[in-house]
């Protein structure tokens, strides 16, 4: 059973028009990452939360924008995006509440491959 | 300097023989080790983590461990071609971040 589910997992946009990715969990984990991965590249992270708390990485455009309406969904907005902005997207959570051992594993969802035209 | 680094490869061994991944990293805060595995056009997938020095085992594979000389590396024995993939090497420092590496492709061969 799918625990971290992205939807879709292909999405076509065109330059400049707006685009949002969801994401969503079964599994009641207090944080979710968004990351960008493009080809061949190391899986980059956007922002993530903990519990409603948004955290921004420095160096993550201001085109790109998140919301989190409750603890299971979660949503990458991108506002205008460029050809730059192809890449696999990637939702991720973690449940610290969980034992040590298993409180830093990432549950990463199926992505969503994005192009843009 | 980049915080992990990884040989991007592709790495080729042949299949039966110990495939052997490595990866250093930057940060002496560092706490915490993961080895992803990764298919084409597929999500990373976890295949070990460890926090120790030493090694860890798991079936087929062991995690070593070095934090004084800072790397960290995978040993996958009796390599199969369903090991072909990239392998990411990632860290977490505290907080709720894990850091990537670039990844190394393996490719086993019959």
């Known amino acids: 059973d799918a625990m971290v589910i992205q939807n879709p997992r292909y999405q076509v946009t065109q330059f400049g028009k707006p685009v949002t990715l969801s994401c969503s969990q079964t599994?009641?984990?207090?944080?979710m990452y968004w990351y960008q991965q493009k080809s061949s590249q190391a899986p980059k992270l956007l922002f993530h939360?903990?519990?409603?708390?948004?955290?921004n990485e420095a160096d993550t455009p201001d085109n790109f924008q998140s919301r989190r309406p409750n603890t299971s969904f979660c949503f990458l907005d991108i506002r205008s995006p460029g050809l730059g902005d192809a890449a696999m997207y990637l939702c991720?959570?973690?449940?610290?509440?969980?034992?040590?051992?298993?409180?830093?594993?990432?549950?990463f969802g199926s992505g969503t491959q994005l192009s843009v035209l | 300097q980049k915080e992990v680094e990884q040989n991007s490869g592709p790495l080729s061994v042949p299949e039966g023989a110990i495939a052997s991944l490595n990866c250093t990293y930057s940060?002496?805060?560092?706490?915490?080790f993961f080895w992803y595995r990764q298919y084409s056009g597929k999500s990373p997938e976890l295949i070990m983590f460890?926090?120790?020095?030493g090694d860890k085992e798991d079936g087929r594979f062991t995690a070593q461990l070095n934090k004084a000389s800072q790397y960290v590396s995978l040993l996958i024995r009796d390599s199969q071609p369903s090991d072909s993939a990239t392998y990411l090497c990632?860290?977490?420092?505290?907080?709720?971040?894990?850091?990537f590496g670039t990844g190394t492709q393996l490719k086993v061969e019959l």
């Open positions: 991720a959570t973690r449940g610290l509440r969980d034992s040590r051992t298993t409180n830093e594993k990432l549950f």
């Open positions: 599994l009641n984990h207090n944080v």
């Open positions: 939360y903990y519990d409603k708390d948004f955290n």
């Open positions: 940060d002496r805060g560092s706490q915490s």
């Open positions: 460890i926090y120790s020095n």
């Open positions: 990632a860290w977490g420092g505290g907080g709720n971040k894990l850091t």
